[in-house]
């Protein structure tokens, strides 16, 4: 069966650097494009990237243009993302995502504090 697996959270201090990796099974992952979403608390899931099966393009949301790139290794079925400069309202629980298959992994949590 399709699974995401999150890992790569924790407890930053601001400035900070983090790189979340997603591991994907039961699934031929190189025809897929990838995502990556986040929920703070008390606020909705927002899309932070999203990347093409090849990995080819990418996309951002505007508030973590230039601090967030998503990348992807399709010989590990991995899918990453590296958040730099992490600032408090980072903090959230980031989720990968499959559009095409409507799968959710169970998400990791960053806590971004000093």
């Known amino acids: 069966q399709v699974q995401l697996v999150e890992s790569g959270g924790g407890l930053v201090q601001p400035g900070g650097s983090l790189r979340l990796s997603c591991a994907a099974s039961g699934f031929r992952f190189s025809n897929y494009g990838m995502s990556w979403y986040r929920q703070a608390p008390g606020k909705e899931r927002e899309l932070v990237a999203h990347i093409t099966n090849t990995g080819g393009n990418t996309k951002y949301t505007d508030s973590v243009k230039g601090r967030i790139t998503i990348s992807r290794d399709n010989a590990k079925n991995t899918v990453y993302l590296q958040i730099d400069s992490l600032k408090p309202e980072d903090t959230a629980v980031y989720y990968c995502?499959?559009?095409?298959?409507?799968?959710w992994g169970q998400g990791t949590q960053v806590t971004v504090s000093s």
């Open positions: 995502y499959a559009p095409t298959l409507a799968r």
